[in-house]
């Protein structure tokens, strides 16, 4: 698969952080890392969020986003998922790419320098206009909804 190069700015409190990167040549997301200050930890009581820092600027591709989303391991061992998952960063933005964290489990969680604390997946999108229509087209599911796939 063919790599594309994004530039990043890492921030004065990211400097000395690995940058993102894929952990093997099929992994979709690249983990981000926490900016905080060293031996400045940050708690996430239970039911607390948290903006994370990661020290990071990037400016994707013109027609992607990066999707902050939760860190599978985080989640199943702790509690601790992406508050707005995915986090969507448009390739306009240009400010510091934050992660928005939060506690649902039942101990406090520490979030250390360096602690891998989500993914990036940068990924492309189709830009739409929606028009209003008298009417839409059918389809074999129609207007089922939740939990209706598969239930034929």
Do not use: C, K, W
């Amino acid at each position: 698969m063919m790599m594309t190069d994004v530039a990043v700015t890492v921030l004065p409190h990211g400097e000395g952080l690995d940058l993102p990167a894929h952990a093997e040549p099929h992994a979709a997301g690249l983990d981000l890392r926490a900016a905080v200050p060293a031996g400045e930890p940050t708690t996430l009581a239970p039911g607390d969020s948290a903006l994370v820092p990661t020290g990071l600027q990037i400016a994707l591709p013109e027609g992607t986003e990066g999707q902050v989303r939760p860190r599978s391991g985080l989640a199943f061992r702790h509690g601790v998922t992406v508050l707005n998952s995915p986090g969507t960063i448009d390739s306009s933005y240009r400010g510091e790419v934050g992660v928005l964290l939060v506690n649902h489990g039942r101990q406090p969680f520490v979030v250390e320098r360096g602690d891998r604390v989500a993914q990036l997946v940068v990924a492309r999108y189709l830009p739409v206009r929606l028009v209003e229509a008298e009417a839409l087209p059918e389809t074999a599911r129609g207007a089922g909804g939740f939990g209706s796939t598969g239930t034929g």
